[in-house]
């Protein structure tokens, strides 16, 4: 036996137990942890599969984003939760059981039986780069060959935050969202709040640039640089603004519309909505990208926060 | 079942109509939110203007090229590429949609116009921006040719209809929020699973592509079982209907008309597209079978619990559960008309007219309902006395819309039923005819003692709690007209919802 399928052997046990931890354990916030963990161990997987794309999707969206929005929702329940009784019937948990044990033997089933050499369109979309001027496929499909649904998915985020704010209660709509936290203006939150976010910034944008030709982009990018404007906000050294802000709502549209400008600019200059005139793939693609980071950071960032809490000081 | 849709499609005249249909909601929608207050109801309107123009200039491209209406987009041809089809069936969905959605538009003007003194309140900014937001995905669902990018819809679909639940923002109404949205997201996955395990194995997801390779074997038969699972959960057919019936009565009147009347009907749509146009090869009847008694369970289950409701909106809601059951019988109709070498055309018509008058007859039903609450301040059943005096036209629109629900001539339902009909007999399952007949029945039995509550006489020095404005209640007139004049459509001389979809067919409504 080999040391990597020793490895590959150990993470599948690994996972497989996290997994069963996270849905046998009664206290939500230990559930989440495991989730987290989860998503953490999934990151190697992808590793492991050679897909740094994936891998760092997952670690920014999977773990980072969603632990962060997972861990917000389980602390906000924590003071009622403990009154809740309810829980499902014997009935209902086998059923559940029952359903969940017979697609997961239908899917074992169906990918133990993939075609093997499995057909793919990852030849084609490599043999096309050439005309997109970027270097990493995964961003010629998101941005050339597939970028209505890169448009649309920005759209997604969006609708998700108006859903969010939707919560908001009368008296507050216009105003703040707030994260919960026991601010001490002089204490080790503060203190990394001041130290990280100048390497965090460095990182994302580091990671939304190399996006183009290497593993990387703007949804990554954007939630690192998110999370370093949760944190100085979570350590209470800057604040939310308003929802009813001008500038935030520019900001929120811009990256959407400025996509569909450019869009549509390929009519004139290209022959097809969305398709770039020949040598200025490139710079198109990283305007767009560019337009789409400041949306992608707030309306990431803003999830996370919740609907308005209260009016901004006057 | 042939195609003329190929491999080989090339952008055709208006083909650039298919973008401007998705996206010009969504811009609507960005640039309200960045005016907010009162002018996002303005922009909201204006959008509903231009995208009611764009949606009859595409059936205008489609009727005048006789075939599908079709965009590449970026240039990148498919499998690599996505490509926008409008054949007969999405543009006739276009143009029902667009004009509930219109209707909605005019009539939600009152409810949710900006109150003055404040700059800003938010249900008003949430519902329209969501509205325009449904539209957009509904347009896409419609158009897409592409199973990623229907995966996306369905995702757009499923964040701006969840919201809409929960506008009034009462506890209550967010737990149905909540359970709405848990379903919503089983069925998106459920759909993603059946579209990856479809992309492993025939390497494409292009929809003409794919229904060229797919093959009747194991994988293509759970790929359809996860994805057909997951829409049924979004689409609320029995038995996994439990989420819509609070959810749709909680919401305000106009939002209850787009949850109603229109989201389900995007999961539903997706649904035929899989099953005609995917799995044509891949389908057997037994699996249709299938379909047709879980069907003919929402039908009489709907039906018998609408019933036993005291609360109107409640009773309009459980409608919907049973009304959601005839969109499923088309399915063991035209596939037993295909698997007997017959067109499968009348029974797939039927289908979609069935949905074009549930959209128009349930929006308006839902809206009367509100009108109703508004004028008595409670929606009892047992307590409409008054109502016709008051809000005649209103009473009007419940009894034509009521009238297409059980299937009366001249309406879209009757025409519907009848097409149903006929197709059963053809295919000798008279038993889906006698099912209908019976739902029409139980149907018509609670539309009548709704309208015969209201012709009571109200009690003396009764008084509305508030006046309703003339142009809601012309809007709720003119949506149930529609679906009850929707029977006309026999008279086209032309099958537009056949065109684009098959070589030849000569064969009209009958």
């Known amino acids: 036996m080999t040391l990597a399928l020793a490895v590959d052997i150990g993470l599948a046990l690994l996972i497989l137990a996290m997994a069963a931890w996270t849905i046998a354990v009664r206290d939500t916030f230990a559930s989440v942890i495991g989730f987290v963990t989860y998503g953490l161990l999934l990151t190697l997987v992808w590793v492991r599969l050679a897909l740094p794309d994936v891998a760092l999707t997952e670690a920014a969206m999977g773990g980072g984003l969603t632990g962060a929005l997972l861990i917000g929702a389980a602390a906000r329940l924590r003071r009622t939760e403990a009154t809740v009784r309810e829980r499902p019937g014997v009935f209902t948990r086998t059923l559940a059981a029952v359903l969940s044990a017979t697609v997961t033997a239908a899917l074992s089933f169906c990918v133990l039986n993939l075609p093997d050499p499995a057909p793919t369109l990852a030849p084609g979309a490599a043999a096309k780069l050439g005309s997109t001027g970027v270097g990493n496929p995964v961003t010629a499909v998101l941005l050339a060959y597939r970028s209505m649904d890169t448009l649309l998915e920005a759209i997604v985020v969006l609708i998700a935050l108006f859903g969010v704010w939707s919560l908001a209660h009368d008296r507050f709509w216009g105003g703040c969202p707030q994260l919960r936290t026991h601010a ?4 080790i939150l503060a203190y990394f709040a001041r130290i990280l976010p100048p390497i965090g910034i460095i990182v994302g944008v580091y990671i939304f640039w190399i996006g183009a030709d290497f593993p990387g982009g703007k949804f990554q990018g954007a939630t690192i640089l998110a999370a370093m404007w949760l944190l100085v906000i979570g350590a209470g050294l800057a604040h939310f603004p308003p929802v009813s802000q001008a500038w935030l709502r520019i900001l929120l549209v811009a990256g959407p519309l400025v996509f569909m400008a450019i869009g549509f600019a390929g009519i004139v200059t290209a022959g097809a909505v969305f398709a770039y005139p020949d040598g200025f793939a490139k710079p198109l693609i990283l305007a767009i990208e560019i337009a789409l980071m400041p949306t992608l950071v707030l309306a990431l960032a803003l999830l996370v926060a919740g609907a308005p809490q209260r009016m901004p000081p006057q | 079942m042939p195609h003329s849709l190929s491999a080989q499609d090339v952008t055709t005249p208006g083909g650039l109509l298919l973008v401007l249909a998705i996206l010009i909601p969504f811009i609507g929608m960005l640039i309200g939110f960045v005016f907010g207050g009162g002018k996002a109801m303005r922009v909201a309107l204006a959008t509903l203007a231009v995208g009611l123009a764009i949606v009859i200039a595409i059936a205008k491209a489609l009727v005048q090229s006789g075939d599908a209406v079709i965009y590449i987009l970026g240039g990148w041809m498919p499998p690599l590429g996505v490509a926008l089809r409008a054949d007969g069936l999405s ?18 003007r009152a409810d949710f116009g900006s109150p003055s003194g404040v700059k800003e309140a938010r249900a ?28 996306v819809a369905l995702e757009l679909l499923t964040f701006a209809a969840v919201p809409l639940v929960s506008l009034d923002g009462r506890s209550e109404t967010v737990r149905s929020a909540l359970r709405y949205l848990l379903y919503a997201l089983l069925g998106s996955v459920l759909y993603l699973l059946g579209a990856v395990l479809l992309y492993g194995v025939y390497g494409t997801l292009d929809i003409p592509l794919l229904a060229m390779r797919v093959r009747p074997e194991p994988v293509a038969w759970a790929a359809l079982a996860l994805m057909i699972s997951g829409l049924l959960a979004k689409t609320a057919l029995f038995p996994l209907h439990l989420w819509l019936p609070p959810a749709h009565a909680g919401a305000p009147a106009a939002a209850s008309a787009v949850l109603s009347g229109l989201v389900i009907k995007g999961s539903w749509f997706l649904a035929v597209r899989l099953w005609f146009d995917v799995f044509a090869g891949v389908v057997t009847l037994p699996s249709a079978q299938t379909l047709g008694t879980l069907g003919a369970a929402a039908i009489l289950v709907g039906n018998v619990v609408a019933l036993r409701q005291t609360r109107l909106k409640l009773l309009i809601a459980y409608s919907t559960v049973a009304q959601i059951g005839y969109l499923f019988l088309m399915f063991p109709l035209a596939t037993g008309l295909s698997s007997a070498g017959l067109d499968s055309a009348v029974a797939v018509n039927g289908g979609m007219l069935q949905a074009i008058s549930h959209a128009m007859a349930k929006a308006a039903m839902f809206m009367a309902a509100g009108l109703i609450y508004t004028t008595l301040g409670h929606d009892r059943v047992a307590d409409l006395r008054g109502m016709t005096s008051t809000l005649p036209m209103t009473v009007l629109a419940f009894a034509l819309a009521g009238a297409s629900l059980i299937g009366l001539p001249p309406s879209g339902g009757f025409l519907a039923k009848w097409l149903l009909i006929s197709a059963a007999i053809t295919t000798l399952q008279w038993w889906w005819a006698l099912l209908m007949l019976v739902g029409g029945l139980l149907t018509s039995v609670y539309v009548f003692i709704v309208v015969v509550r209201s012709l009571a006489p109200a009690h003396d020095g009764w008084k509305p709690k508030l006046p309703v404005p003339r142009y809601q209640q012309a809007a709720v007139l003119a949506l149930a007209l529609c679906s009850f004049l929707l029977g006309a459509a026999v008279l086209c001389p032309l099958d537009v919802m056949q065109i684009g979809r098959t070589v030849s067919r000569n064969t009209l409504l009958p």
Do not use: H
């Open chain 2, 91 to 108: 543009v006739v969905m276009l143009l029902a949609i667009a004009v509930v959605i219109c209707g909605i538009g005019v009539y939600a």
């Open chain 1, 184 to 187: 001490d203006s002089e204490g």
């Open chain 2, 124 to 151: 008003p900014l949430t519902f329209w921006l969501l509205l325009l937001a449904v539209w957009g995905s509904l347009n896409l669902v419609f158009v897409s040719g592409d199973l990623f990018t229907l995966y």
